[in-house]
């Protein structure tokens, strides 16, 4: 029986560089550079809880890169983060920004805490003491924090303040995926789902795959993967299978997610949605379907599930979903696989809209920036296509591979200092 030994996210974050230095040619001086974080801040630090007592927790900001422009990731708190999964996030947004072309590096941060267990005080005093402690590295043209897995506006507010009441007066540029009261912006937390389909809908029109009840399953039915069945919905597709962390539901005939998302509401799991069948989430990856959509954690196809996963389209709602055994065995089944890099861009390309309406204090409305939304996605998807065609290449290679020249254009042109 085949057995693969898992790797942290960073050593796969790694590979798929090297992968991509070697078959550009990049410069050895460029790969060292690129291989690795500029700058990572561990920290410990006192929260003090309900009850009078005081718990130490651990947290991370790493920063991959700035040659493009300030540091840009989300902060997440999951009972499972480590140093080398937040380097491989951060190395990611570096290559997710350069993909779409936008003037930010790639920055990722995270504490080791399971939010549902802390009162809505203790979070906020959690917030604040990390914002803090993590302070020296934040800023508007430095490094820009954003909401991820268990954090939300509420987060990104008491971020923003806590940072503002160090410098006296209001730093609303700080972070992003704010409230809207805020200096958030509109259309921002819808952004990260709606990419997904436009992506979708370009890899569907570019394949001629008709999406009028195109089979679809999404795994992970948080803001990313419900907004992903949505839009998808919207489209015109089937939506037969979503999941959270409690487990996925099934109906072959079709699940409404917009009921599935009222039903959420009420009971804060997908798993009790009337008339369907339960199946576990590594069942759902290998439902038959046109479209797949991870949207959960990472490393979820992996080299062992991969060769009964047979979607025509894989669209990753996640950060790193697929492993390097499962890209090749993927490639070699004929899925078309649209890289997260690329397919979940469109929180980052928003975030970048929001940044820049909060620097100039001039708000747009959201027809305009779900349009520019849209021409961000069309024209990367396109240029990641067609690099990809052009070589024979899976899409992730070609992805990486433009993200990696325009960072490494920007670092040959910038040199050494001093």
Not at 92 to 104: A, D, L
Not at 303 to 326: D, L
Not at 401 to 415: K, S
Request: hydrophobic share 40%; proline share 6%.
């Amino acid at each position: 029986m085949l057995t693969l030994e898992k790797r942290s996210p960073y050593e796969i974050a790694q590979e798929q560089f090297d992968l991509a230095a070697e078959f550009m040619g990049l410069e050895e001086d460029l790969r060292a550079i690129l291989r690795v974080p500029k700058r990572e801040l561990t920290v410990n630090f006192p929260v003090r809880m309900d009850d009078g007592t005081v718990k130490s927790f651990i947290g991370f900001r790493v920063q991959h890169n700035n040659a493009r422009g300030p540091g840009k990731g989300g902060i997440r708190y999951h009972p499972d983060v480590s140093l080398d999964e937040v380097r491989a996030l951060a190395m990611w947004m570096t290559w997710k920004c350069g993909v779409v072309n936008i003037p930010f590096g790639g920055a990722k941060g995270g504490v080791v805490v399971d939010p549902t267990e802390l009162s809505l005080r203790e979070l906020e005093n959690l917030t604040r003491r990390f914002a803090t402690e993590i302070s020296p590295l934040l800023g508007a043209d430095g490094d820009i924090p954003a909401p991820d897995v268990n954090t939300n506006q509420q987060i990104m507010a008491w971020l923003m303040d806590t940072i503002s009441m160090h410098h006296g007066h209001l730093e609303s540029a700080i972070t992003t995926g704010k409230p809207l009261g805020l200096g958030g912006s509109l259309g921002r937390s819808d952004a990260t789902g709606r990419g997904v389909s436009f992506t979708v809908a370009q890899a569907a029109k570019f394949l001629g795959l008709d999406l009028d009840d195109a089979p679809t399953v999404v795994q992970g039915f948080g803001n990313v993967g419900s907004i992903s069945a949505l839009m998808l919905h919207d489209l015109g597709c089937k939506i037969i299978a979503v999941s959270d962390v409690n487990g996925g539901i099934y109906n072959p005939n079709g699940i409404d997610p917009h009921a599935v998302v009222k039903h959420m509401k009420k009971t804060r799991t997908v798993v009790d949605f009337p008339g369907v069948e339960r199946v576990t989430n590594e069942e759902l990856l290998e439902l038959p379907c046109d479209i797949l959509v991870p949207a959960a954690l990472e490393e979820q196809i992996t080299g062992m599930n991969a060769p009964r996963i047979r979607p025509k389209i894989i669209a990753e709602g996640a950060n790193g979903p697929t492993t390097p055994e499962a890209d090749k065995i993927l490639y070699e089944n004929g899925v078309f696989v649209i890289p997260d890099i690329l397919a979940n861009a469109g929180g980052v390309t928003v975030s970048y809209f929001e940044w820049v309406q909060d620097l100039q204090s001039f708000f747009w409305d959201e027809d305009e920036i779900n349009k520019r939304l849209k021409q961000v996605m069309d024209a990367s998807f396109h240029a990641v296509n067609e690099r990809a065609q052009a070589h024979k290449i899976p899409l992730r290679l070609a992805a990486n591979i433009l993200a990696i020249e325009r960072v490494a254009e920007a670092t040959r042109l910038r040199g050494i200092y001093p």
